[in-house]
């Protein structure tokens, strides 16, 4: 399977299944898709190696020849054959095999919602501005080490085991996330483990010992907010309706400024309101941020915000220019990193990760206040998906093995999507809500994944020029 298209000047062809890219000039580009499209039309599937042969097929280039000369289309044709022979086009799909060998994974990452609870009401949170549609509250300490116990239980001998404080509002529960981080830290040894904690923060409540406790602590820090002051205050805001940049800003610089060579990223959202969004991430570099995240907002389509299929054409045109920015400054030895143009392109295509994807129920679980587990944080207030308790370490195995097994192979339309490698099949927890099923994919998020890919890939190539 190939995916080919033209952005920025670059002729770029993807092989899907050997993760090859090649950049190559129009007359290889015409002719790919002229081999391409004879193999689709001969009913070769994505299963199938595709056969070329070694002599050059004048038929099926025929509509070349008007427009090139016949020694060059046979010097290109030479071309593509060697590419073909090095297992870099045409090549055949190994990876479901694969997938059906897909078991149960020690459960390695866990999502501790200490604090069901927000002192902010975003329009667009998903967790219902912080209670998840179940009420205000938060952990205790006991909840949060029996999550714990439970991470010990079920992580088999996985070293490196990851937690996220999440809410809601952690920092609104910051003296358990300090009773969580110490017992963890006194099992470590016990059970030969390494706990790598991560918090996710609206950041309002930052004082300066929570920053040292976090900058010592939290191995990674996810701080919110959106971009530009007008563009975040629009979307977040205080109980009273106020907008929170200027309390955050000064406490997320200072942050990141303690923080030295820590892991960090700021993380914004944006929606219809911004779809002028590299302004954004502009505005994140200026302010002294060089981890930067910004994500399209899913919502119902009929909140006056969603994006949705008539707004790709104008995202598509900002991520487009979003990556013509990033090129600029690399050239001129600027740097910062945007999450959603980052590409492996160097290791190929690696199986369990790439067809699984996020490992939500399955390596990874979230804990409620009350100690509920579920598949992940976005599934929770969904009672039908609880699949255990922390109380009695209980686990519902045929849940999390169906998860295990669900991969691209499982999602009919990801498994003919020349995304899957990258994509692993989208977000589990927004193609239920959003189309539905787990396994149908939502189609708005489906075409911007689609479109980043791109560009990524682009911004590879332009860098290598
Ligand atoms: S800060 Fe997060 S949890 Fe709180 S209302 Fe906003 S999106 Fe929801
Ligand atoms: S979720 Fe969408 S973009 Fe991702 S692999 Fe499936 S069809 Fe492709
Ligand atoms: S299902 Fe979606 S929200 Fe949940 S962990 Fe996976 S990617 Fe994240």
């Keep these: 399977m190939l995916h080919s298209f033209q952005l920025n000047g670059y002729n770029i062809i993807m092989d899907v299944n050997s993760g090859a890219v090649h950049v190559v000039d129009e007359m290889v580009y015409d002719m790919v898709q002229l081999l391409d499209a004879s193999f689709l039309a001969n009913s070769f599937d994505s299963n199938t190696s595709e056969k070329l042969e070694k002599e050059y097929p004048a038929s099926?280039?025929?509509?070349?020849?008007?427009?090139?000369?016949?020694?060059?289309?046979?010097?290109?044709?030479g071309e593509i054959y060697e590419m073909y022979e090095n297992g870099q086009l045409f090549t055949s799909d190994d990876y479901e095999q694969f997938a059906d060998m897909m078991v149960s994974a020690p459960i390695k990452a866990m999502c501790l919602n200490v604090a069901h609870d927000c002192n902010l009401r975003c329009s667009y949170c998903f967790a219902a501005q912080g209670d998840f549609g179940g009420g205000r509250k938060l952990m205790t300490a006991e909840v949060g080490k029996k999550a714990i116990d439970y991470l010990l239980k079920y992580s088999a001998n996985?070293?490196?085991?990851?937690?996220?404080?999440?809410?809601?509002e952690p920092l609104m529960a910051f003296d358990v996330v300090k009773e969580v981080v110490e017992y963890a830290r006194s099992k470590e040894k016990e059970y030969n483990k390494n706990f790598r904690f991560t918090i996710t923060t609206n950041g309002l409540l930052l004082t300066d010992d929570?920053?040292?406790f976090i900058n010592k602590e939290m191995h990674n820090v996810v701080l919110s907010i959106d971009g530009r002051k007008e563009v975040n205050d629009r979307m977040r805001f205080h109980v009273d309706g106020s907008g929170c940049y200027d309390q955050i800003m000064p406490k997320f610089q200072k942050l990141v400024k303690a923080r030295g060579d820590g892991q960090y990223y700021v993380r914004g959202t944006f929606t219809k309101f911004n779809k002028d969004f590299a302004e954004d991430v502009l505005h994140f570099y200026e302010k002294g941020f060089d981890q930067i995240s910004i994500e399209p907002v899913v919502t119902d389509?009929?909140?006056?915000?969603?994006l949705t299929e008539e707004d790709l054409p104008e995202v598509f045109a900002e991520y487009e220019r979003l990556a013509k920015i990033i090129i600029e400054k690399r050239k001129n030895g600027e740097f910062f990193n945007f999450f959603h143009f980052m590409i492996d392109l160097d290791q190929g295509p690696c199986a369990i990760k790439r067809l699984r994807g996020c490992g939500c129920g399955n390596e990874y679980v979230s804990v409620t206040p009350e100690g509920d587990v579920y598949p992940c944080h976005q599934f929770v207030g969904k009672p039908e998906w609880i699949m255990g308790s922390v109380h009695d370490q209980s686990l519902n195995t045929e849940i999390k093995d169906s998860f295990a097994k669900t991969t691209v192979y499982t999602k009919p339309e990801c498994k003919n999507?020349?995304?899957?490698?990258?994509?692993?099949g989208g977000c589990n927890a927004n193609n239920l809500e959003y189309a539905g099923s787990i396994k149908k994919p939502y189609k708005v998020a489906c075409e911007l994944e689609k479109k980043r890919l791109e560009c990524a890939i682009m911004i590879k190539a332009a860098l290598a020029d």
């Design 60 to 77: 099926v280039f025929a509509p070349l020849e008007a427009r090139y000369d016949r020694a060059a289309l046979e010097e290109a044709y």
């Design 158 to 168: 996985r070293h490196n085991l990851e937690m996220d404080f999440f809410g809601g």
């Design 210 to 212: 929570k920053i040292d």
């Design 301 to 306: 389509p009929k909140l006056p915000y969603a």
């Design 417 to 424: 999507c020349w995304a899957k490698f990258y994509c692993s």
